[in-house]
Structures are given as structure tokens and as C-alpha cells.
């Protein structure tokens, strides 16, 4: 496992927490020679840390678990067909986030590093707050003032320190950096690979529940497009195993249309800036500049995926549906109720939809 500058190809250093390169300032990222294999599964470790051998670690790093992973992918008829939801709101903090909060904890843990900041719209700060205090590390977490106010909660019942930024997620991002530049360790979701490897066990997960079967499609919500990404790694890594040559899904990634940069450049279509920002229930998706959009549109393309963008009255009806089927999720995980209506006809069995967070976060 090798972490290293997408721009400039530089190792990532042995200690701190840059969040970008020091030499170019370009994005980390993480790759690797192991591919997935089941012999080297430890299945005597809790939850995700079965595949720790994926994760690029060292061998001394003792997993951080809340026994997040091993979430349910329960089957209900929708649209006239059988489809698979797997069920990530299960996970400790009721959100996917948990499995590469785990990871990046546990790099923290080896870079010795005991005070981090992060900035988030509850989700992603709720998560690392609930991991951090686990080893010991103090948090805290910028959020902007629209978040949602359960999650606020959550996060500083972790005992994490909450810092309120006005204005849209963007200015919180820029407040954040002008922290870090005066020294802040930086955990950041977005910027930093580690989460990459913990986002995958999904994939390997969804294809152990299946039978050891690829999935013909996978829909998800897509803001930074981290989720999507990290699936997609695990399937290819289970697609190129042993020299067992399968396809990969077709993945399918969906936002609000009140934020959607993603599928504007999917679709070649044109959302005038000033509207980039616009408020949406899914707040969980409202990133303006996700800063893997290359990485992500290329697994789009490579697969034969799409990305949707859906407004805001499909959204309710999307929480209302899946709530009649017994999935109480969150709006942002929600919207992935329009992806499946509109993809359902292109895509072969089996089809699993993946709901990242719970209703109770709102």
C-alpha cells in the first residue's frame, strides 16, 4: 500500500498530517499492490478490521472499533423488482462514515498525533468525534450553521469542541484551512486517502452477502463522491482476484440538484454559480467542489454508471418510500429513491441500494 501525491507523485511523509502535498499542494491518494484476497482475511477482528490487511497500516497499529461494518443488506420489492439495500445507517454513529473514521483513527494512532481538526455538515464530524475520543484524541469540529441540529448534539456529546461558521459549506472550508496554516492537524474526510480502504470493506461485504455474485448496479449518494470511489476500488479489487475475472458494477452515484457539480459534468449541463450553494435537505451532499469530481467521473465512465441530480420534493417522496418499507433514513441518504426509480430499467440483477444515514440525525 502506497500513499502518494496524485500531481506529483511524492511519498506521503512518515510523520504529521500534511492534508495536501508539501511540495506541490497537490491531493494524496492511496493505492495498492495487495489485492483483496480471502486468505488473508483475519476474521478473529471486529467488524471491518477482518480486511485490515487492505487498509495499509502497520503491522503494530491496533484496530479502533466501535464494530462498525457488518451492516444488514435486507431485500424489498420496489418498482415491480427484488432489490438489495444495504443498510449503512446500522453502522455505530448511524452513518457509512464509520468505516473510514475507524481507518483514519487508527492512522492517527500511528502518527502519534493526539489533537485534530475537522470540518464537516454533521455526518463526517459526528463519526471522527466518536472514533477520536475512543483513542484519546481531542476533536474539534467547524460546522456550518445550518446543520442540523441532532448532529450537533451528537458530535459534542463526544466530547468534541463544535466551532459555528457562517455562511455556505465553503466558508467553512476556508475557515478551516486558515486554522491548519497555523498548525491545526487537519483529519479531513475530504482531503485525506485513508478513508478510501475503509469504504471498500462495503464492497466486499455487499459481495460476500450476495453470494460471492457482483451486484449489476450500485446506487449511492454522492457529495465529495469518497463512498462511491471506495466502493468502486472494492469491487475492482474482487474483480481482478485470483485472476477471477468478473465486471464490475455499474455505479451510480446521485445529488441534490440545489448542489450537483458532479452531474453537471456528467451531463455537460450548466448551474449558474450563485446557485451552487443553494440550501437543500440533503445537506449531507452539498459540496460545491468535491475534490476527487476526476476520480469519481472516471469510475462513472469506466463502469457505465450515470450521475442524477433530483430536487427537493423527490427527495420527501423519497424518505417517505423508503420509510414504508421500513428504511428510516436521512434525506441525504434518501435520495437515492429517485436514482433507483430512474436507473431501474438499465440495470441487471442483482441491484443494491446503499442508505448512508439514519433518519434519527434529523
Known amino acids: 500500500m502506497a500513499v502518494f501525491c496524485s500531481n506529483c507523485g511524492s511519498n506521503y511523509p512518515p510523520t504529521g498530517l500534511p492534508y495536501e502535498c508539501n511540495n506541490c499542494g497537490g491531493l494524496f491518494d492511496i493505492s495498492s499492490d495487495q489485492l483483496f484476497s480471502e486468505r488473508l482475511l483475519d476474521r478473529s477482528q471486529p467488524g471491518i478490521w477482518r480486511y485490515s490487511d487492505t ?11 466501535l464494530s462498525e461494518g457488518n451492516t444488514p443488506l435486507i431485500w424489498a420489492e420496489a418498482f415491480g423488482r427484488r432489490i438489495a439495500f444495504k443498510c449503512e445507517h446500522f453502522n455505530p454513529t448511524g452513518s457509512f462514515k464509520d468505516r473510514g473514521s ?11 498525533i493526539r489533537e485534530v481538526i475537522e470540518d464537516s455538515s454533521g455526518n463526517a464530524g459526528a463519526s471522527l468525534a466518536a472514533y477520536a475520543t ?8 467547524f460546522v456550518p450553521e445550518f446543520a442540523s441540529g441532532t448532529k450537533i448534539k451528537q458530535i459534542e456529546a463526544f466530547g468534541a469542541e463544535i466551532r459555528r461558521v457562517s455562511g455556505t459549506r465553503a466558508d467553512v472550508a ?3 484551512r486558515k486554522v491548519v496554516e497555523r498548525g491545526s492537524f487537519y483529519a479531513s474526510h475530504a482531503y485525506l486517502p485513508f478513508n478510501l480502504p475503509g469504504y471498500a470493506t462495503a464492497a466486499y461485504e455487499i ?3 450476495l453470494g460471492n455474485i457482483m451486484p449489476g448496479g450500485i446506487i449511492v449518494p454522492a457529495g465529495q463522491g469518497g463512498l462511491l470511489l471506495g466502493l468502486a476500488r472494492g469491487f475492482d479489487a474482487l474483480r481482478i482476484t485470483d485472476n477471477v475475472h468478473r465486471k464490475i458494477p455499474r455505479m451510480i452515484g446521485v445529488q441534490t440538484r440545489a448542489c450537483a457539480p458532479l452531474w453537471e459534468r456528467y451531463s455537460k449541463s450548466i448551474i449558474a454559480p450563485q446557485n451552487r450553494d443553494n440550501r437543500s435537505i440533503a445537506e449531507g451532499v452539498q459540496v460545491s467542489e468535491p475534490l476527487r469530481a476526476d476520480a469519481v467521473l472516471k469510475v462513472i465512465e469506466e463502469s457505465h454508471g450515470s450521475i442524477h441530480a433530483v430536487e ?7 424518505r417517505s418510500k423508503l420509510a414504508r418499507l421500513g428504511f428510516f433514513v436521512e434525506p441525504t441518504s434518501a435520495i437515492v429513491w429517485s436514482g433507483l426509480k430512474k436507473n431501474i430499467m438499465d440495470l441487471h440483477d442483482p441491484v443494491v441500494v446503499v442508505l448512508t444515514g439514519s ?4
Not at 475507524?102 to 502519534?112: C, E
Not at 427537493?312 to 423519497?318: D, P
Open 134 to 141: 475512543r483513542v484519546g484524541i481531542k476533536s474539534t469540529i
Open 312 to 318: 427537493e420534493k423527490e427527495i420527501l417522496t423519497g
Open 174 to 176: 476556508l475557515k478551516i
Open 55 to 65: 487498509f495499509g497500516l502497520p503491522k503494530s497499529v491496533n484496530p479502533v472499533s
Open 207 to 209: 459481495y460476500e452477502q
Open 359 to 362: 433518519g434519527y440525525k434529523n
Open 102 to 112: 475507524a481507518v483514519i483513527a487508527a492512522w492517527l494512532q500511528a502518527q502519534g
